[in-house]
Nanobody, 121 residues
Framework: QVQLVESGGGLVQTGGSLRLSCAAS????????MGWIRQAPGKQRELVAR???????NYADSVKGRFTISRDNAKNTVYLQMNSLKPSDTAVYYC???????????????WGQGTQVTVSS
């Protein structure tokens, strides 16, 4: 079983930055598709960013230009750098992994416990 542990959430002011980290177990991490999903009260879950094993990235329009996803396979870790944060970014952020195939908002094999991000105005 793959275990994912998120960290780096917290409380920041509008315009601030945070970097989330997701540490994964497993010797085949480098082959996984990875992503970040957020859930805010009263809103649908949103896949904000994903990265393939080859390093190709995709972003939701709501975060494009502000968030950057990256991975360090040597450390079994995926990151989400969040800049120019807005109150609408407030949510619980979850790390997700897909062993084989494309990761989507509906299809993933593992997820973490989540980390809270709160952006104050």
């Amino acid at each position: 079983q793959v275990q994912l542990v998120e960290s780096g959430g917290g409380l920041v002011q509008t315009g601030g930055s945070l970097r989330l980290s997701c540490a994964a177990s497993g010797r085949t991490f480098s082959s996984y598709a990875m992503g970040w999903i957020r859930q805010a009260p009263g809103k649908q879950r949103e896949l904000v960013a994903r990265i393939t094993s080859a390093g190709n990235t995709n972003y939701a329009d709501s975060v494009k230009g502000r968030f950057t996803i990256s991975r360090d396979n040597a450390k079994n870790t995926v990151y989400l750098q969040m800049n120019s944060l807005k109150p609408s970014d407030t949510a619980v952020y979850y790390c997700a992994a897909r062993e084989i195939g494309v990761l989507t908002i509906f299809v993933y094999d593992y997820w973490g416990q989540g980390t809270q991000v709160t952006v104050s105005s």
